[in-house]
């Protein structure tokens, strides 16, 4: 008898605590595991929280987003893919080629995302016409970091000139400071490299070669230069940077075992997420040379089945591009906000030369897309100037023959 009345009730509960009608839904698949990183994700998984969706989270380590990619193609390819996924550039417009990509145009257009986004950016969410991803950020890229009071010890000013870093660099060495934190992975090499060809080659030869593909510009004495400087800056690492994490090399610069890293703004993420004060612990100035390297991170939706998927795409999509969300997360992140109307008052110093050479360079046709984080370029063609630049980096090839196997390289790709 009481066995039974116990069953009766244990029924009810149960019935009582299952799901009632399930709410928005989104499983997100992205890259953001460093500390600065993962403070900025969890503004988002909050922000869905408070509108009543359910997150379940899917992070893959991996900075850059090698293998977040390579995990989101193992699920597509079983059939099961992610709500909503991190992703940018020309692989949006890949994936939905494929035919498996949600349009969200009916969010975009409700919201008013033509209105408050540059058309620069805008174009790089839209498949075909309609809105296919949804924008957070502009994460520029080519910036240095240092170590403030490193510097002032040494007597070296942020470098105005390759010359002046490389002149800066030597002088940290002979007082036995590692002038360079990097972290020997492709994607990092390929970081370095753009800005430093950013640098050398100037905006208008950027362009030509990595965003156009121009042979005479890939195999030129400038590219040569190039190299000459990636040498260089492979003689100011110190003898552990194979393998090693950025955020492990941007923390090198913090705890002062390095002088400087050549990153994008993800690293003033980390540094203001270890309490660190721009201007006071370290400086940030965009790497010598005109232009603006940008990296615009943003999310695309999957199809799926379910209601309660879609209704967590359109709530997803709507909150990343929200107002709010915008300055919060990217306040967090390093980055400044993809919309134009939202205020940069309680951003740094580093945010607003961001954002003020981002307006410059638009004006005068230098702002140019990142090669090395997937702006630029499909991926079969990234993919054989990164091997180039690591092979490089990592062996003891000539200048000459680097820009021999670029040339070869990316017209094998195309
Ligand atoms: C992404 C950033 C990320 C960085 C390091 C970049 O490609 O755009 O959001 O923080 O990789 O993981």
């Not at 494929?98 to 969200?104: H, K, M, N, S, T």
């Not at 010598?288 to 199809?303: H, I, K, R, W």
């Amino acid at each position: 008898m009481k066995n039974t009345a116990f069953a009766a009730v244990s029924a009810v509960a149960l019935a009582c605590a299952a799901p009632a009608a399930a709410g928005p839904q989104a499983e997100v698949l992205h890259w953001w595991t460093s500390g600065g990183e993962a403070k900025s994700a969890a503004v988002l998984q909050q922000e869905f929280a408070d509108n009543g969706g359910t997150w379940t989270d899917m992070p893959v380590a991996g900075g850059g987003g090698d293998a977040a990619m390579t995990a989101l193609r193992a699920r597509v390819l079983s059939g099961n893919a992610p709500t909503a996924v991190q992703l940018k550039g020309p692989a949006i417009q890949e994936w939905y080629e494929e035919g498996v990509l949600a349009d969200i145009s009916s969010v975009a257009e409700a919201e008013g995302w033509g209105d408050v986004l540059p058309g620069s950016i805008a174009e790089h969410m839209k498949c075909e016409g309609k809105w296919c991803a949804a924008p957070v950020n502009v994460h520029r890229v080519d910036w240095i970091w240092a170590n403030a009071a490193l510097l002032e010890a040494n007597g070296i000013e942020m470098p105005q000139t390759w010359e002046d870093f490389n002149a800066a660099a030597d002088k940290l060495m002979a007082a036995g400071i590692t002038p360079l934190a990097h972290g020997g992975q492709a994607w990092q090499d390929a970081t370095v490299f753009e800005a430093v060809a950013l640098g050398i080659l100037g905006p208008e030869d950027f362009r030509k070669a990595f965003v156009d593909l121009d042979m005479d510009t890939l195999k030129s004495g400038k590219m040569a230069a190039v190299f000459d400087q990636m040498r260089k800056m492979r003689g100011f690492v110190d003898a552990n940077f194979p393998g090693r994490d950025w955020n492990l090399a941007t923390s090198m610069v913090m705890n002062g075992e390095a002088a400087f890293q050549i990153m994008g703004d993800w690293a003033k993420g980390e540094f203001l997420a270890a309490g660190k004060e721009p201007g006071k612990d370290f400086l940030c100035a965009s790497v010598p040379g005109d232009g603006f390297l940008y990296n615009v991170d943003s999310f695309a939706m999957f199809e799926v089945d379910g209601e309660d998927k879609q209704a967590g795409q359109d709530l997803l999509a709507k909150l990343i591009v929200g107002p709010k969300f915008q300055e919060v997360f990217n306040l967090n992140k390093g980055s400044i906000p993809a919309r134009v109307d939202v205020k940069l008052d309680a951003f740094d110093t580093c945010a607003h030369l961001s954002a003020k050479d981002m307006g410059d360079s638009a004006d005068n046709g230098s702002l140019l897309p990142s090669y090395a984080h997937g702006m630029a370029l499909r991926g079969a063609q990234s993919g054989a100037i990164t091997d180039v630049v690591t092979a490089h980096f990592n062996s003891d090839m000539s200048s000459a023959e680097a820009v021999q196997m670029l040339a070869d390289a990316v017209a094998n790709s195309l």
